[in-house]
């Protein structure tokens, strides 16, 4: 007898729904990517490390030159976090 292989198939708006509300992730920025996913963001010094909290969807939730801050609002949220390199 053989045995079919299950194929799960994902909507891609199910699939960009995976996590939300759940989890967020961390990302360090650089000062030039920051307009185009923080838009309303002043000009920001090139040399100030910047760290990003972003949904699991790639909303934007914060912005901060402390990585430490990031943590503290996906927990103050309570999302998990990980991180993207």
């Known amino acids: 007898m053989l045995l079919r292989e299950a194929t799960a ?3 891609q708006s199910e699939l960009a ?6 989890v ?3 990302r360090k920025m650089h000062s030039e990517e920051v307009s185009r996913c923080f838009p309303e963001a ?3 010094d ?4 910047l760290w990003a909290l972003f949904g699991a969807d790639g909303t934007p939730i ?8 990031t943590f503290y609002k996906a927990a103050e949220d309570e999302l998990k976090t990980v991180s993207l390199h």
């Open 9 to 11: 198939r994902l909507t």
């Open 17 to 22: 729904n995976i996590g939300a509300g759940e």
């Open 24 to 26: 967020a992730y961390v």
């Open 42 to 44: 002043p000009d920001i």
């Open 46 to 49: 090139p040399s100030v490390d």
């Open 62 to 69: 914060l912005l901060t030159d402390n990585r430490s801050s």
